[in-house]
Nanobody, 121 residues
Framework: QVQLVESGGGLVQPGGSLRLSCAAS????????MGWYRQAPGKQRELVAA???????NYGDSVKGRFTISRDNAKNTAYLQMNSLNPEDTAVYYC???????????????WGQGTQVTVSS
């Protein structure tokens, strides 16, 4: 059983910052990609940021220069530092992880339960 636990969401004023965390636990052999997606009301889920197990990163156009993704492989945890937040960043943020439980089973993709981020004055 694999669990992804997200934390760090909340209410923040425009221009403020938040840091999200996503910790993977359970029976894990290895973790490959880790990423964050978000979904605002009435909109499709979109990529925010992703990071490979080698540290290569990829960002959605709307967050480039404001958000930073990182990971601590020893803790099986990914982080999303969000700066200069604006109301358009309001959404439910979901952690997504590509991992192997057992080599014979290959890679599987897992989603977290989501954490709400609200940017409002």
């Amino acid at each position: 059983q694999v669990q992804l636990v997200e934390s760090g969401g909340g209410l923040v004023q425009p221009g403020g910052s938040l840091r999200l965390s996503c910790a993977a636990s359970g029976r894990i052999f290895s973790i490959y990609g880790m990423g964050w997606y978000r979904q605002a009301p009435g909109k499709q889920r979109e990529l925010v940021a992703a990071i490979t197990n080698r540290g290569s990163t990829n960002y959605g156009d709307s967050v480039k220069g404001r958000f930073t993704i990182s990971r601590d492989n020893a803790k099986n945890t990914a982080y999303l530092q969000m700066n200069s937040l604006n109301p358009e960043d309001t959404a439910v943020y979901y952690c997504n992880v590509d991992l192997v439980v057992q080599p014979i089973m290959g890679r599987k993709n897992y989603w977290g339960q989501g954490t709400q981020v609200t940017v409002s004055s």
